[in-house]
Antibody, heavy 121, light 110 residues
Framework: QLQLQESGPGLVKPSETLSLTCTVSGDSIISSSHYWGWVRQPPGKGLEWIGS???????YYSPSLKSRVTISVDTSKSQFSLKLRSVTAADTAVYYC?????????????WGQGTLVTVSS | QSALTQPPSASGSPGQSVTISCTGTSSDVGGYNFVSWYQQHPGKAPKLMIFEVTKRPSGVPDRFSGSKSGNTASLTVSGLQAEDEADYYC??????????FGGGTKVTVL
């Protein structure tokens, strides 16, 4: 059974870089049918797609975050990672990682449990 | 690209049906059959309920159904149960490798 688990600091200072890792277990991260994506949810608000990566390294980012985001993958560790630069309080959110369909960036399933990242000095 | 438009809330009594709309444009919802719906209970991760407009993943009750007409997709929950009370989000492919989410709808079972 495929499982995803986010990890990383829960507190980041303004202007610094938010870094999270998602570890995939129960199945291979090497899949021709899937991307691996990041979605965030500010407290009390809706979902926002951040970006996605293919196991070979090709990436797709939300236009609104593209200038500050880098997603990378390490297939040897079954992990993919998110870096968000120059964070502000508006980046405070629960960050989820999830497996995503390739066709039309279609669906996310399953999701990790999510990790709350707070941006504060 | 703007977020897809969902009503903030919807409600129904147990056993009744509730339908949630997700309105986009011809560049997203209307242009592709890549609409998905997610259910999210408080403090939990979202759960995929419908993908590719009408398809249900294994394990999702057939009380949940999806449809699309023009630039608006809809999720219908029939035979409402207390456990269906949750937030529901739609998403749609918007071309050029971009994905959009709706703002979410809180469903209350009266």
């Amino acid at each position: 059974q495929l499982q995803l688990q986010e990890s990383g600091p829960g507190l980041v200072k303004p202007s610094e870089t938010l870094s999270l890792t998602c570890t995939v277990s129960g199945d291979s991260i090497i899949s021709s049918s899937h991307y691996w994506g990041w979605v965030r949810q500010p407290p009390g608000k809706g979902l926002e797609w951040i970006g996605s990566i293919y196991y070979r390294g090709s990436t797709y980012y939300s236009p609104s975050l593209k200038s500050r985001v880098t997603i990378s993958v390490d297939t040897s560790k079954s992990q993919f990672s998110l870096k968000l630069r120059s964070v502000t309080a508006a980046d405070t959110a629960v960050y989820y990682c999830a497996r995503q369909a390739v066709a039309g960036l279609n669906w996310f399933d399953p999701w990790g449990q999510g990790t709350l990242v707070t941006v504060s000095s | 690209q703007s977020a897809l438009t969902q009503p903030p809330s919807a409600s129904g009594s147990p056993g009744q049906s509730v339908t949630i709309s997700c309105t986009g444009t011809s560049s997203d919802v209307g242009g592709y059959n890549f609409v998905s719906w997610y259910q999210q209970h408080p403090g939990k991760a979202p759960k995929l309920m419908i993908f590719e407009v009408t398809k249900r993943p294994s394990g999702v009750p057939d009380r949940f159904s999806g449809s699309k007409s023009g630039n608006t997709a809809s999720l219908t929950v029939s035979g409402l149960q207390a456990e269906d009370e949750a937030d529901y989000y739609c998403s749609s492919y918007a071309g050029s490798n971009i994905l959009l989410f709706g703002g979410g709808t809180k469903v209350t079972v009266l």
